[in-house]
């Protein structure tokens, strides 16, 4: 009931020593995320109009992205599309054995009946003179998510130890329940700055000096997160875990328009889910938890 209640009233809460046996899925991880990087620059060079350069190396890589910026004025470079390498369970089924177990945890939490998994992710942060070593603007999950509900959480936990300054999450505590912001501050939408103005008068920052592998935090999708660059020499290596309630239906398409930032994500279920009447019940996007059976 502790955690219940942390989290819906900050929006999240670290659970130490929960995920202690990631260690032995680590190399799993690792290959996965291998095959989906190869998606990610798939999709990322096409957003930059760059198509032609994926059929210029059978390994798509971060030269490849240098060599499409490069193609761009030194005063008009695009930024380079989030990097996230996502569904990494697809890539290996194996993984589903680490993941399930946690999804009666997400039940709890989110206080749902039905739980299903939305998507997977490697968040690895490479060292700060890399061009993929982003800061992560504040920013909520459920923003990029095309479906209507608020209950959606994600596990973000780290697969070595770190510590701050190694890129670790920091929350605006209890903004996933503040309605008037979007009320009084839409302004904050578009710009970053004002955004960024908004969210540190407004909301206790809050984050954890280090994580230990087995540490994971817990978010909720309406709650404001970020994360600096990373400034230590050795690349950051996250697994993210995401569910999703799993009676929520899909946007119908009347609403305002969600940033497509997270296509990747969503693009090989949402034609198929929309033609369902909406229904997310859908193989690419499994039921891990159901309190009635």
């Not at 198509?51 to 059978?58: K, V």
């Not at 060599?67 to 008009?76: G, N, V």
């Not at 206790?204 to 660059?229: F, L, R, T």
Request: aromatic share 12%.
């Amino acid at each position: 009931m502790k955690d219940i209640l942390q989290f819906q009233k900050n929006g999240f809460l670290v659970k130490r020593g929960i995920a202690n046996d990631i260690g032995n899925f680590r190399s799993r991880i690792i290959k996965a995320k291998t095959i989906a990087q190869q998606d990610y620059f798939d999709w990322a060079l096409d957003r930059l109009d760059c198509q032609d350069l994926r059929n210029t190396s059978e390994v798509l890589s971060e030269s490849t992205m240098k060599t499409c910026l490069r193609r761009f004025p030194p005063d008009a470079i695009p930024p380079v599309p989030y990097v996230q390498y996502i569904h990494l369970h697809r890539k290996d089924p194996e993984l589903l054995k680490f993941v399930a177990p946690f999804a009666q945890l997400a039940s709890n939490l989110l206080q749902v009946p039905r739980i299903r998994l939305y998507q997977t992710t490697a968040f690895f942060k490479t060292p700060t003179q890399h061009l993929l070593s982003q800061a992560t603007d504040w920013h909520r999950d459920l923003n990029l998510v095309p479906v209507d509900t608020n209950n959606y959480l994600t596990m973000w936990c780290p697969m070595k130890a770190i510590r701050k300054g190694g890129s670790i999450l920091r929350f605006a505590a209890g903004s996933h329940r503040d309605v008037a912001l979007l009320h009084w501050f839409n302004d904050t939408e578009t710009d970053w700055s004002r955004l960024e103005q908004v969210i540190s008068t407004r909301y206790s920052i809050e984050d954890h000096e280090s994580y230990n592998v087995g540490d994971c935090s817990i978010h909720h999708g309406w709650i404001y997160h970020m994360a600096n660059k990373n400034d230590f020499s050795e690349t950051r290596e996250a697994f993210a875990i995401s569910f999703i309630d799993g009676d929520a239906k899909l946007l119908d398409g009347n609403t305002r328009i969600f940033q497509s930032e997270d296509e990747l994500s969503w693009k090989d279920w949402i034609d198929q889910v929309y033609e369902n009447n909406r229904s997310l019940d859908h193989p690419l996007l499994p039921l891990l938890w159901d309190a009635s059976s």
